[in-house]
């Protein structure tokens, strides 16, 4: 089944606990994408990956990093977080194809609290 | 820049009454992709159109219809004769040349039975 899978589900964590969500596709997509959702402010950007060793930030990148070191793996790193990270958060990939862009699939989420 | 501006924030309609999100987009691209994600209470975004931009057809599937107007800049989306399970949070996306999809802030969809 084509997926994408994000882990854990639910994470709650104190500040300056560093963590990793991890993200993994089966769908030898090359886009990947990790965004955040918080009431009133949608789905916002935080860093993407056009393909393996190729990252960019998004529109709100600060306090995370990514690596994609294979196609399949996205890790969302967060070095020491803040209670303001406390978010809704989706990983997402697609493949750009010549001029068609597949929609985006998404993970299930990763609800995370910092205390 | 692109931007999304979904301005109805929250709506309540009543079981079988139609209904529908609006939504405008902005951008300088002359080929884009526009989209409509479900995110039903358990909390998935589910995929549901795409169109893109040299494509001003109109469509529907089942309930669902959307329009799509260049001229107005808009992408509305219609759910006719809703139901209590249309109840959703709906976000209307638009991908552009950078490939970076953008997302509007949704609309809080609640169907009463």
């Known amino acids: 089944e084509a997926q994408v899978t994000q882990n854990p589900r639910y994470l709650i964590t104190v500040t300056g606990k560093k963590l990793t969500v991890t993200c993994s596709q089966n769908?030898?997509?090359?886009?990947m994408s990790w965004y955040r959702q918080d009431p009133g402010l949608g789905l916002r950007q935080i860093y993407y990956s056009m393909n393996v060793e190729v990252t960019d930030k998004g529109d709100v990148p600060e306090g995370y990093k990514v690596s994609r070191k294979e196609k399949r793996n996205f890790p969302l790193i967060l070095e020491s977080p803040s209670p303001n990270q406390t978010s809704l958060y989706f990983c997402?990939?697609?493949?750009?194809?010549?001029?068609?862009?597949?929609?985006?699939?998404f993970g299930n989420g990763t609800r995370l609290t910092v205390t | 820049a692109q931007k999304v501006t979904q301005a109805q924030t929250e709506i309540s309609v009543v079981e079988k009454e139609d209904v529908t999100l609006d939504c405008v987009y902005e951008t300088r691209d002359t080929t884009y992709y526009l989209f409509w994600y479900k995110q039903p209470p358990s909390g998935e975004l589910v995929f549901l159109i795409r169109?893109?931009?040299?494509?001003?057809q109109n469509e529907i599937s089942g309930r669902y219809s959307w329009n799509f107007q260049k001229s107005t800049s808009s992408f509305n989306f219609t759910i006719t004769a809703s139901q209590v399970v249309d109840s959703a949070v709906y976000f209307c996306a638009l991908q552009g040349g950078s490939e970076k999809l953008v997302f509007g802030k949704g609309t809080k969809l609640t169907v009463n039975p």
């Open positions: 997402a990939s697609s493949t750009p194809t010549g001029r068609e862009y597949s929609p985006l699939h």
């Open positions: 769908m030898n997509h090359e886009y």
């Open positions: 169109r893109n931009s040299f494509d001003e």
